[in-house]
């Protein structure tokens, strides 16, 4: 049921980036993490309500790091979708698992002792060329895809995965805390609200003119449906196995962006685009696995 409630969720938010692209023309990023906030509050709470589940937690912080970087990760990925074709922006944003198999290449590197031989770090040439291979998917993507005055937003994009990486990780340990998903995709929404504001309070404030102002309402709801789709397929994994399966049917997100892409918004990726989209995918899919194999208790990243 797990793997049903992951591609449900990466089906949630691939439409929610059609509707932040559709918006983007009349919105800045910061407004739209705000009004994305703004609506998953009060869907999470009327949620909690019908469901009877309690919106007070014993781990403030916990929920607190994970909105921090969490928002980090979501303002970032909307301005990509605002300025890349909606299939890169998604695949930039996939790029969390490569980003975890990264740090933890680079922390194995920097605790290794050439005189402790117990030091050498497990799995690590394999982790290393799976680096390789998803950063030389992002090359191939971007070179013959990305325009000049694209290359920030395409930065910005990276920065998103970056980011998502540590959020996933904080969602799994809020899970294995006790804390249900509404409860956790509630306070995401809360750390969203007063993100957004703080950044509208630089921005500015957008008019709410219409029709545009409608394409804020399901981005709000696609939102929190995909985060409480997502953190149910990871709860519902209760073992390595099922975690792993859960992990790797988030990229079904790319293949919907992909079909988004082409049908609604006539994007014209060259092939060499799409191999490295789907170099980054298999990337992802060896990262997440030979993760699970070097720590088999260790969090693994959804999205």
Request: glycine share 10%; proline share 5%; charged share 10%.
């Amino acid at each position: 049921m797990q793997a049903l409630w992951m591609l449900v969720a990466a089906f949630f938010f691939a439409s929610m980036g059609v509707c932040v692209k559709i918006a983007s023309s009349d919105f800045s990023s910061a407004e739209l993490v705000f009004y994305r906030g703004v609506l998953g509050i009060f869907f999470m709470w009327a949620l909690a309500r019908y469901s009877g589940i309690s919106l007070r937690t014993r781990y403030p912080m916990m929920h607190a790091w994970r909105s921090l970087v969490g928002v980090t990760s979501l303002g970032a990925w909307f301005y990509a979708i605002a300025h890349l074709p909606l299939a890169t922006a998604m695949t930039l944003n996939y790029m969390s698992s490569v980003w975890v198999a990264a740090f933890l290449v680079g922390g194995a590197l920097m605790a290794w002792r050439p005189t402790d031989p117990s030091s050498r770090p497990l799995l690590q040439g394999p982790l290393v060329l799976t680096v390789l291979a998803g950063f030389a998917g992002v090359v191939m993507m971007l070179r013959p895809s990305i325009e000049g005055d694209q290359m920030f937003a395409a930065l910005v994009g990276l920065l998103s995965g970056m980011s998502a990486a540590f959020a996933y990780m904080q969602v799994m340990a809020l899970s294995r805390a006790g804390e249900p998903e509404t409860r956790t995709v509630f306070y995401f929404a809360v750390g969203s609200a007063l993100a957004g504001a703080l950044g509208m309070g630089v921005t500015g404030v957008s008019p709410l003119h219409w029709p545009s102002a409608l394409w804020l309402l399901p981005i709000g709801v696609l939102a929190s449906l995909g985060q409480l789709c997502m953190t149910r397929a990871y709860a519902s994994a209760r073992n390595q196995r099922g975690t792993l399966l859960v992990a790797n049917l988030q990229y079904s997100g790319i293949v919907f962006a992909g079909l988004y892409s082409v049908w609604l918004f006539g994007d014209q990726l060259p092939l060499i685009a799409w191999a490295g989209m789907a170099l980054i995918v298999a990337s992802g899919v060896a990262a997440t696995v030979l993760r699970g194999k070097a720590a088999p208790n260790a969090p693994a990243e959804e999205h």
